[in-house]
């Protein structure tokens, strides 16, 4: 696709969230045109007030635009603005892409592509990593699964809003991948508010515990990011406890799916969701701290 014809295309996008609203904010800042719809209107206004058009629902969008973008909550969400009354797959037609960039669980992405191809359209299922700073910046970590040549197609609207785009599969394999990052986060997190617990339980602070040691192996951008939460008991989001809960739960039905052995992913997710029965689940998910520092 030439560049020319990436300026004419037209893009709807569908969920303006945290994410999803800079990140259609970069569409527009990158010369796209694009139509977006969202459940609350005063994101609607505000998109619209920076040249943006609007449509009143899902099939709107996708009888208006060449590509659809979807960001929203988790697959129930995805399943009903794509497939459900009034959604993108009735006013879709043949030769249109649609984008979900929200993260589900892999085996609803096979679903919902099923769904598009009876109509002649492809899903590229794209979510993302890097979180709201990274959507602000455009600077997200983009997974992609679907077709070789529907990526092609839609790699230029997405380098307007990540830095870091890889396509990794098949339909679904977007979503495994970024299971797969949020399990590893989600340890990592756990592992440095273990290892800071005893500290402080051995009278050394976490501030010097990171000095001492995170130039060594042990050293990673979850202890750079996470460790002044940790020192200071401050757990403003971030990346929200009920959100990370939300994709341990989609890790661990996507293990059970294909067999595999994921028994630290499926503690930790037990120990998310005590948290969010505690009432920590809005705060950011270095909260895990809360766990392992309570006295036994």
Do not use: C, W
């Not at 910046?137 to 380098?159: D, H, R, T, W, Y």
């Amino acid at each position: 696709m030439h560049s020319s014809e990436v300026a004419v295309m037209k893009i709807g996008f569908i969920g303006l969230g945290i994410m999803g609203k800079p990140m259609a904010k970069n569409l527009l800042k990158a010369g796209f045109s694009l139509i977006v719809s969202n459940r609350s209107q005063a994101a609607v206004d505000e998109l619209s007030a920076l040249g943006a058009e609007t449509a009143s629902s899902p099939r709107q969008v996708a009888e208006a635009a060449d590509v659809i973008i979807t960001m929203l909550p988790d697959s129930p969400q995805v399943e009903e603005v794509v497939l459900g009354a009034n959604g993108v797959a009735e006013g879709i037609s043949a030769g249109k892409i649609v984008v979900d960039m929200s993260s589900i669980n892999p085996v609803s992405s096979q679903k919902i592509a099923s769904g598009l191809e009876a109509k002649g359209t492809h899903l590229l299922d794209a979510p993302v990593s890097g979180g709201e700073i990274g959507a602000i910046e455009a600077k997200l970590a983009i997974m992609v699964g679907g077709p070789a040549s529907a990526f092609e197609q839609v790699k230029p609207i997405l380098e307007a809003m990540g830095t870091s785009i890889t396509r990794v599969g098949e339909v679904g394999s977007g979503n495994t991948v970024k299971v797969i990052n949020q399990m590893i986060v989600a340890m990592n997190i756990a592992a440095l508010s273990e290892g800071m617990a005893l500290g402080r339980k051995a009278g050394i602070e976490p501030e010097l515990v990171f000095e001492a040691i995170r130039g060594g192996l042990a050293g990673s951008r979850v202890m750079e990011l996470k460790t002044a939460n940790i020192a200071k008991e401050e757990f403003k989001p971030g990346f929200r406890i009920e959100l990370h809960a939300k994709d341990l739960r989609n890790a661990v039905a996507a293990g059970q799916e294909v067999g595999a052995n994921i028994p630290f992913t499926t503690q930790l997710l037990d120990i998310f969701e005590k948290l969010e029965e505690m009432g920590f689940g809005k705060e950011d998910h270095s909260a895990l701290y809360r766990y392992f520092s309570k006295s036994e």
